[in-house]
């Protein structure tokens, strides 16, 4: 069982940037590096997007047509922490962002807004 709590949502003008936290609690003898990472957004009315993911050690991350050149995936495996930049952001970056842990666990999300 893995736990996800993000943070670092909030309202931002377009151009403007957030780094969104995602940290893990996992079960006794679970280990964080063996999750391969993923953040998505689902916005009002639409279908859950990909947005970026890495694998366990960091080393290979993917990233979503709509974001590609603008946000950067990251993971601390020493905090059991994956994080998400976002730079040059666009009113349609607006939604929840989630991560997500294998294919499995999810977090509650936390709202990103970018006004015109």
């Known amino acids: 069982q893995v736990q996800l709590v993000e943070s670092g949502g909030g309202l931002v003008q377009a151009g403007g940037s957030l780094r969104l936290s995602c940290v893990a609690s996992l079960a006794a003898g679970d280990t964080f590096s063996t999750y391969r990472m993923g953040w998505f957004r689902q916005a009002p009315g639409k279908e859950r997007e990909f947005v970026a993911a890495?694998?366990?050690?960091?080393?290979?991350?993917y990233y979503g047509d709509s974001i590609k050149g603008r946000f950067t995936i990251a993971r601390d495996n020493a905090k059991n922490t994956v994080t998400l930049q976002m730079n040059s952001l666009k009113p349609e970056d607006t939604a929840v962002y989630y991560c997500?842990?294998?294919?499995?666990?999810w977090g509650q999300g936390t709202q990103v807004t970018v006004s015109s």
């Open positions: 997500r842990a294998g294919f499995s666990f």
């Open positions: 890495i694998s366990w050690s960091g080393g290979h991350t």
